[in-house]
């Protein structure tokens, strides 16, 4: 008889007018590998989200027009049902069988609430936990004896470990809230043994000193939800943020000394192209004075010429009366015989000539300096012409430089340093959340403990037999010798820290590649316990990143690169059976024996090379060049 239990088929979203983005999955080892930045964590995120999560999906620019997501699934017996779900978030639907388009109206459907209740099953968490015959059980909720309804988020922590978690500096059993501590370890320990909590009596009736209490720590889990929440969506690593500002405190430094020095530079060539320009419009407007001078210049010349033609014409006829003796006087037209010189015409012609003679001269004097500016202008302006294109030249390269290079480097600089200077603010806000989740998680422990050691009859703790204990611990050390992971000789479970200890050395205290390693170890450990000791367990993990240490080495004592860990890897993984299923996110490709399996898919951000990424590739990418759209 199979094992209750689940197993994820597949993940599709839906849109109006969008190709379907989906992903299959089967029993046994599931691996999505391939580059940066093309879905992989997405996948993880939005399983999790199916699955019952309350934060809300990224808004990655991929899921614009997605509006809904169905996830197939089938439980170890063999009953298939698919969920949907907006991708806002909220209620689900549930359908007999498995669909990958959304089901027509009128289709039979369950509908779920997305909230956990132990009061009625219509909601999604007790749904599952029918399926995995774990509905009714019940896990610690503190130190008082207290206890709620098992949830399946309550089970879901220990079964999907995202790329955040996986590397977290604290147990696979802590998710930073240590209010959650004592829950955590109550599921922990329930699917190690099989045993719930239900058989707990708190401590003694609530008094009114108690209720108080109460009522305090309940509005300080209020807080710290929402502190979360926020603290959620501002960061997924809060143990990385004091480093994380000082990061990007030196990168706003250098970036501030890079903008002034480029600002410098662009104002020293505005500067420059302000006076270039200058030049170039007085220069213009000196030659086209030029210009308009020589115009008129060469109107009086003619009139200088037209005036001595005339006056020429005096002086030739005046010359050709003395020559031609007894004639009519040429002004007065008096005979010969009355010209008198004394009366009535006062004309004389010698006069006339001489002074039309020294006209003439003053108008050569006037043409010769006429001549003399209108060379000197000639030359100015063939010095402007000469000079004038190189300035335009110089004007135009400076523009270009400006235009161009610095402009653009200007703007991507300011928009660097805007955007860094943003991050810096969501930094120090997710800090400062951070601190105060701290400071209320002290006053809530505080307040919790407060008199619990002065008080009688008080409930254990409610620790791991060390018989189970020592099981598990020797579960996970085959697993990592399987995995031939350097020094696994020596595991064992430490109560106090409740996480591993492998050759004498916390887990904790390695660093974040292999803190990926040995978390997946407990995950998979997990998973093998259960099956084998046929304790309950939904029957599947989902593990982001698990060789890390592959990757990004921290030191020749973290460095694993030299090993075949990672061939081993996932030949265990490939050997599991069919009633236990594993899927693996990666950046780095599997070995060539895997990439070969059915359930195998690498995204590979590349158009025209296996699949592009969970999400379809827009038209509008497909329609740019190989090389813009790699």
Not at 168 to 176: E, Y
Not at 210 to 228: F, G, M, P, T, V
Not at 483 to 502: N, Q, T, Y
Request: hydrophobic share 35%; glycine share 8%.
């Amino acid at each position: 008889m199979a094992q209750p239990g689940l197993r994820l088929r597949h993940i599709v979203f839906h849109g109006p007018n969008r190709p379907p983005a989906a992903l299959d999955f089967g029993p046994g080892l599931n691996v999505i590998y391939g580059a940066s930045e093309c879905g992989k964590s997405f996948v993880v995120e939005a399983i999790d989200f199916m699955l019952g999560g309350k934060q809300h999906l990224r808004d990655i620019p991929e899921r614009v027009g997605y509006d809904r997501i169905l996830m197939g699934l089938e439980t170890l017996a063999g009953e298939q049902f698919t969920l949907l779900r907006s991708v806002d978030g909220g209620a689900f639907r549930a359908f007999s069988g498995l669909h990958v388009q959304p089901p027509a109206e009128g289709v039979e459907a369950v509908e779920l609430a997305d909230q956990h209740s132990e009061k009625n099953y219509v909601n999604l968490s007790m749904y599952l936990l029918q399926r995995c015959a774990m509905d009714g059980k019940r896990v610690r909720k503190n130190k008082q004896g207290e206890t709620n309804s098992l949830s399946f988020r309550n089970l879901a922590r220990l079964l999907i470990v995202d790329e955040t978690e996986i590397i977290a500096q604290r147990s696979p059993l802590s998710d930073g809230n240590p209010t959650a501590d004592t829950p955590n370890f109550a599921t922990f320990k329930l699917l190690l043994t099989g045993v719930d909590d239900v058989a707990l009596v708190p401590n003694k009736p609530k008094g009114p000193e108690d209720q108080s209490k109460e009522a305090q720590l309940e509005l300080l889990d209020q807080l710290i939800d929402e502190h979360r929440e926020r603290l959620a969506e501002l960061t997924k690593d809060p143990d990385d943020l004091e480093d994380q500002l000082q990061r990007l405190e030196g990168s706003l430094s250098q970036h501030e000394n890079q903008l002034a020095t480029t600002d410098a530079e662009y104002r020293g060539l505005e500067v420059r192209r302000r006076d270039t320009r200058k030049k170039l419009e007085e220069g213009r407007d000196r030659r086209a004075e030029i210009a308009g001078l020589l115009e008129r210049f060469t109107l009086l010349d003619r009139h200088y010429v037209s005036d001595v033609a005339r006056l020429r014409g005096i002086e030739e006829g005046g010359t050709l009366f003395e020559v031609m003796g007894q004639a009519p006087c040429p002004l007065c037209g008096a005979e010969p015989a009355h010209h008198r010189r004394d009366s009535d015409c006062d004309g004389n012609i010698e006069a006339v000539v001489a002074a039309a003679r020294s006209e003439i001269a003053k108008i050569e004097l006037l043409r010769t300096e006429l001549a003399d500016t209108v060379t000197s202008l000639e030359r100015e302006g063939d010095g402007f012409d000469k000079r004038l294109p190189r300035v335009d030249e110089d004007l135009r390269k400076l523009s270009l430089g400006i235009e161009q290079l610095i402009t653009p480097k200007l703007t991507r600089l300011r928009t660097t340093y805007a955007g860094l200077a943003d991050k810096r603010g969501e930094v120090r806000e997710a800090l400062a959340i951070y601190k105060s989740i701290k400071d209320v998680e002290a006053r809530r422990l505080k307040i919790e403990n407060d008199g619990d050691d002065q008080k009688d009859g008080a409930v254990s703790e409610g620790d791991l037999s060390a018989a189970v204990a020592d099981a598990f611990a020797l579960q996970v050390e085959a697993v990592l010798k399987d995995w031939h992971f350097p020094e696994a000789e020596r595991v064992f479970f430490d109560a106090k820290s409740r996480d591993l200890v492998i050759a004498g050395k916390p887990r904790t205290a390695r660093g974040k590649g292999l803190r990926a390693i040995t978390h997946a170890a407990f995950t998979v450990g997990l998973l093998q316990f259960c099956k084998t000791k046929d304790t309950p367990h939904p029957g599947f993990v989902i593990l982001d990143t698990p060789l890390r240490a592959y990757r990004e080495p921290e030191g020749s004592e973290e460095d694993l690169t030299g090993t075949d860990l990672n061939v081993k890897f996932y030949d265990y993984l490939a050997g599991l059976a069919d009633d236990r299923q594993v899927i693996i996110v990666e950046n780095t490709d599997p070995p060539s024996t895997i990439t070969t399996r059915p359930q195998v898919v690498m995204f590979s951000k590349n158009p025209h090379s296996g699949r592009y990424g969970f999400f379809p590739m827009a038209a509008e990418q497909k329609k740019l060049p190989p090389a813009e759209s790699s």
